[in-house]
């Protein structure tokens, strides 16, 4: 390395910086080019953040929620107020159908005893049916209030419920065509549980079963049968109901006696029987009406049938029925009065029997001789001659 010596003492500094930075780059050179950095070694290499940039970044989050923390607040309160009113609507609409239900029982439990009382159901068929009628009101109330509120909430948050809407339209239509049978059941249940059409404790003849009803359901309807046996029938199946336990019942007995015995004897005995069975308990409560003579049924060569018929509480024409024959059996035993099939009257005997009766006749064509054996005999063949 050659210094100037005669450089003066600024010049000779300024001279030694270009010198340094001349060796400098010299040695850069020999030494090759400087390796850069890889892409993975500066992709991997997080930036970190400045303090200014934090800053920044504070502030702006700060701002934007000073400008919204007045819209949130104002969905909170409608959400929450939406809520409130939902529940309150819902509990007092559910204890008023409460009220109603309570009230129509006290009514029909205030006329039990009198007259009216026995035109009514009994108290199991009232509180089952206003269990029923209460159960439904108060799912349908339900289902309404809490379903427009749900839509109020959604509708609040700047939801588009048009989709929303169609999608559940859509959907029950297609719940509706593959449940029709379950929608037909629930519907069929509802109106008959509000018609009225029977209840507990009810005869009735469903088409495809019958016995007594011992649980009234929006689906399915239990019976009893007459050997008791439970039929469970769905409602929607059900076409016709007959209820054998509304209004009033008929009891009929025919009474069959012997063609010869005295029919004014006959209706005077009948007629005390009937007056008697009137005033006795509980016969007079079952018995809605007198117990009436209606005459010749049918008259035959060895008997006749007389007809006697008397309306009745429902469902106890059976009872009556029973009781009037048993009643019946013994007047005619003590007026002496003959029932035909029964046992024969004392003192009478019987015609003795006609020993010849299974003899058959005998025939014509047994005799050989006779006009009709020799008129069914074979022709003989005659010969002919030449």
């Given at each position: 390395m050659t210094l100037d010596r005669t450089a003066t003492g600024g010049g000779r500094s300024l001279h030694l910086e270009v010198t340094a930075v001349s060796l400098s780059a010299a040695v850069l050179r020999a030494a090759g080019p400087s390796p850069s950095p890889s892409p993975s070694e500066s992709t991997s290499t997080p930036a970190v953040p400045s303090l200014q940039e934090a800053q920044q970044s504070a502030s702006n989050a700060a701002g934007w929620v000073e400008e919204n923390w007045s819209t949130w607040l104002a969905i909170g309160l409608r959400v929450l107020l939406i809520v409130v009113i939902a529940a309150v609507l819902r509990a007092v609409v559910r204890r008023a159908i409460t009220k109603l239900i309570d009230r129509m029982n006290r009514t029909a439990g205030a006329v039990d005893g009198t007259a009216l009382g026995g035109l009514l159901v009994n108290a199991e068929r009232r509180r089952q049916r206003s269990q029923a009628i209460g159960s439904v009101l108060r799912s349908m109330a339900s289902f309404i209030i809490l379903g427009t509120a749900a839509l109020m909430v959604l509708g609040t948050f700047q939801i588009n419920l048009a989709p929303l809407?169609?999608?559940?339209?859509?959907?029950?239509?297609?719940?509706?065509?593959?449940?029709?049978?379950?929608?037909?059941?629930?519907?069929?249940?509802?109106?008959?549980?509000?018609?009225?059409?029977?209840?507990?404790?009810?005869?009735?003849?469903?088409?495809?079963?019958?016995?007594?009803?011992?649980?009234?359901?929006?689906?399915?309807?239990?019976?009893?049968?007459?050997?008791?046996?439970?039929?469970?029938?769905?409602?929607?199946?059900?076409?016709?109901?007959?209820?054998?336990?509304?209004?009033?019942?008929?009891?009929?007995?025919?009474?069959?006696?012997?063609?010869?015995?005295?029919?004014?004897?006959?209706?005077?005995?009948?007629?005390?029987?009937?007056?008697r069975m009137s005033k006795e308990e509980p016969w007079n409560e079952m018995l809605?009406?007198?117990?009436?003579?209606?005459?010749?049924?049918?008259?035959?060569?060895?008997?006749?049938?007389?007809?006697?018929?008397?309306?009745?509480?429902?469902?106890?024409?059976?009872?009556?029925?029973?009781?009037?024959?048993?009643?019946?059996?013994?007047?005619?035993?003590?007026?002496?009065?003959?029932?035909?099939?029964?046992?024969?009257?004392?003192?009478?005997?019987?015609?003795?029997?006609?020993?010849?009766?299974?003899?058959?006749?005998?025939?014509?064509?047994?005799?050989?001789?006779?006009?009709?054996?020799?008129?069914?005999?074979?022709?003989?063949?005659?010969?002919?001659?030449?």
């Open positions: 809407l169609a999608s559940a339209g859509v959907a029950g239509v297609a719940i509706g065509f593959g449940a029709r049978n379950l929608v037909t059941d629930f519907l069929s249940g509802v109106f008959m549980i509000l018609e009225d059409q029977y209840g507990v404790g009810d005869t009735i003849d469903a088409g495809v079963a019958s016995g007594e009803v011992i649980e009234v359901g929006l689906r399915v309807t239990k019976l009893r049968g007459d050997n008791g046996e439970i039929w469970y029938v769905r409602n929607g199946e059900v076409k016709r109901i007959g209820n054998l336990s509304q209004g009033w019942s008929t009891a009929g007995v025919d009474v069959t006696v012997r063609s010869d015995e005295d029919l004014d004897k006959v209706k005077e005995t009948i007629g005390a029987v009937a007056e809605w009406g007198p117990i009436e003579v209606l005459g010749l049924d049918s008259v035959l060569l060895d008997s006749m049938v007389v007809r006697v018929s008397a309306k009745t509480m429902p469902g106890k024409s059976l009872t009556v029925e029973r009781e009037l024959r048993w009643r019946i059996k013994r007047a005619f035993d003590a007026a002496d009065i003959q029932i035909v099939g029964g046992p024969e009257v004392p003192g009478q005997a019987a015609p003795a029997a006609d020993p010849t009766a299974g003899v058959a006749a005998p025939s014509a064509y047994a005799s050989t001789v006779s006009p009709q054996s020799v008129a069914a005999s074979p022709i003989p063949p005659t010969s002919t001659t030449k």
